[in-house]
């Protein structure tokens, strides 16, 4: 039977405005590096080199990562602001992630990051080993300790050439840094999780694509 590359469509969750600004701006990346435009072969290569750098911080890809105005307040603190640092980690993410695919987008609308673990977990040799890296990302107690999680999974996700929504992403990294955020997207990205597991598990992902392309707190 075909290994899937993408979680069953019945869990798919809308994005917000910012989410889909960001997803618009990645999918325009993607569209161009799978068609070898060399423009964006440099780009995602700067984005990649500034993975885990703080937001503003490379002023050669601030072209890319600047938020638009619209999602900014009208003040800024001298400090980036939550959707700097969310729009920053999801592109550069995603430049990790696209890095050895070529032929296909690591970006796809609609598919959440827990859905997206699920499946890593499903098709790897020990499923409790990727487990356990979402449970310690699930317990991250800051934004910065959180990513550096998610950037080892990302990686993970490319090997295994499993895509994700880049937009969604972006929007559960914003809402992360809000008060209780950390507490919500735990519990978002555990419940995709276990959703996805159990529609891996008993076969239902009749509506996904063939290709060979828990939940971060522990629960009983």
């Given amino acids: 039977m075909s290994q899937t590359n993408t979680p069953a469509r019945a869990a798919i969750r809308r994005r917000r ?14 569209s161009a590096f799978i068609n070898d ?17 703080l937001a503003g911080s490379r002023l050669d890809i601030l072209g890319v990562t600047a938020v638009p105005t619209e999602f900014l307040p009208r003040r800024l603190a ?94 559960d990294l914003r809402e992360f840094q809000a008060p209780g955020g950390p507490d919500k997207i735990r519990s978002l990205w555990g419940r995709e999780y276990h959703r996805t597991t159990d529609t891996t598990t008993t076969g239902t992902d009749a509506d996904a694509d063939t290709t060979d392309s828990d939940s971060p707190k522990d629960q009983p």
């Fill in 37 to 53: 435009a060399p423009a964006a072969i440099a780009t995602l290569a700067r984005l990649r080199a500034a993975a885990g750098t």
């Fill in 78 to 171: 001298d400090d980036p602001e939550p959707v700097e640092h969310a729009r920053h980690a999801a592109l550069t993410l995603y430049a990790v992630h696209q890095q050895s695919s070529h032929d296909r987008g690591m970006h796809r609308d609609g598919y959440g990051f827990g859905q997206a673990v699920a499946l890593l977990a499903a098709q790897s040799p020990s499923k409790e080993a990727v487990r356990r890296r979402f449970v310690a990302m699930g317990t991250a107690a800051t934004f910065a300790e959180a990513l550096h999680h998610c950037r080892g999974l990302v990686r993970l996700l490319r090997d295994k050439r499993i895509a994700l929504d880049y937009g969604l992403l972006a929007d």
């Fill in 17 to 30: 405005p910012f989410g889909d600004d960001v997803a618009k701006d990645v999918a325009k990346l993607q």
